[in-house]
């Protein structure tokens, strides 16, 4: 069996077994290339189908005792969260549970990521005062059901009325969904060593 007759036959019984969300954009990786399987790409299409920015989509990956974004690439190198840290995302990978937060920005966190710049960056140079305001978070599981990375959605605002709806128990459904297709996708295709 191909690693895209894994992944639909995962997806259908995702989608039997109750999680009836639907992801139409990520449902077209099905159709890629594996080569064409990046954290950019996958990130890309989840945000599509999320109704939020490329830059709103995060995607870590455990490497030894921390958390390293692979999305965005900025964040890439701006260093690791430690698995021990009370980071919302070392929370979701050491309990393997996930959350959907919608008052994140009255929640004590670390902001270190929220001032990099992301994506298209400002012409006058200035910082975005857009601050995450909304998030989800969820674990992210290899073939062999053992949690190697975290997904994170987040809605971005200067207060929490101008970044949008809520997230509902819906999106964090789909969100899982997305999870598990990522976990999949990434380990099939070796885009994360």
């Known amino acids: 069996m191909s690693p895209a007759d ?3 036959r995962i997806w259908i019984s995702e989608q039997v077994s109750g999680a009836s969300v639907a992801l139409p954009a990520l449902e077209r990786l099905f159709t890629l290339n594996s080569e064409d399987h990046t954290p950019q790409i996958v990130c890309a ?3 599509k189908d999320l109704g939020v920015r490329d830059t ?4 870590l990956w455990i490497q030894g005792e921390s958390l390293r974004f692979l999305f965005p690439t900025e ?3 701006a260093g690791v969260i430690p698995l021990s840290s009370s980071a919302i ?3 979701t990978a050491k309990t393997r549970r996930s959350e959907r937060i919608n008052n994140f920005a009255q929640i ?3 902001s270190v990521f929220e001032m990099i710049e992301l994506g298209n960056a400002r012409s006058d140079g200035q910082c975005d005062a857009q601050t995450i305001q909304k998030m989800m978070s969820v674990p992210i599981y290899s073939h062999k059901g053992k949690v190697c990375g975290v997904l994170q959605v987040s809605r971005k605002g200067f207060d929490l009325d101008s970044a949008g709806p809520d997230f509902t128990t819906a999106d964090l459904q789909r969100l899982e969904l997305a999870a598990a297709v990522v976990g999949r996708l990434l380990d099939h295709t070796g885009s994360v060593s």
Request: proline share 0%.
């Open 6 to 8: 894994d992944l639909k």
């Open 45 to 47: 299409q989840l945000a």
């Open 56 to 59: 709103e989509v995060g995607s």
């Open 75 to 77: 964040l890439s190198r």
């Open 89 to 91: 995302a070392a929370r």
């Open 108 to 110: 004590q966190h670390f």
